[in-house]
């Protein structure tokens, strides 16, 4: 009796670690848990305290404006009569002798004293032989009627000496008074051959008419 009890418990044990064996052989694989990450903590740095800017009350007191801006006052400007008169200048002192190359300009009024004091003054008519020309400059135009293109002419009255020289110029009438000085200046620098009266120099009473044309 003994001896069966004994190899039944032999027989159990076998068949439990069997059974228990090919259990744990197909039994699934335990699953491994990942490792735990340690998370780091970072400390943030300690914010800056924010400035409040003061404002500064504004006083009541009134503040002057120095620098205004300008302004243009339209105001009609009265213009004198005598504004665009030139004053003429007083005669020479007796005794002085003037430069031959120096332009005079008379005042009179044209035929008033004009070849007075010249004994020997004749018309052109008036000659055997008419003076001959040598040298006649022609005028400058005005830079102001020439862009304007404006044209005139000029009669000059001018008397030639017995050296051929012109002595004296005045005006007879002009279409333009901007032209007039012009032509005198340039009146004034001719030279002739003097005009001749039965074989003698004289002195000769002459008119020319300058014109002016801004297109030439």
Known sequence: MHRDLIIGIVVSLTLHSSIYFFSQKNAPPKRIAPPKEDVVQFEMPPLEEEKVDKVEELNNETVENIMAPPSLVDLPSLVP???????????????????????????????????????????????DQQPIARVRQSPSYPYD??????????????????????????????????????????????????????????????????????TE
């Not at 200048?89 to 003037?98: D, I």
């Not at 009024?109 to 007075?116: C, E, L, S, T, V």
Request: aromatic letters at 6%; charged letters at 20%.
């Open 81 to 127: 009569v005598d504004a665009f008169v030139q004053q003429l200048a007083p005669p020479p002192p007796p005794g002085l002798t003037l430069n031959r190359g120096a332009i005079t300009i008379p005042v009179n009024k044209p035929g008033a004293n004009f070849g007075r004091g010249l004994s020997n003054l004749f018309n052109v008519g008036d000659l």
């Open 145 to 214: 009627m020439r862009r304007a293109g404006i044209n005139g002419s000029v009669l000059v009255e001018f008397i030639i000496s017995t050296e051929g020289d012109v002595i004296q110029t005045q005006i007879i009438k002009s279409s333009h008074r901007e032209f007039e000085m012009p032509a005198l200046q340039a009146v004034q620098k001719w030279k002739y051959k003097p005009g001749r009266r039965r074989g003698q120099v004289v002195n000769v009473r002459c008119s020319q008419l300058l014109e002016f044309n801004a």
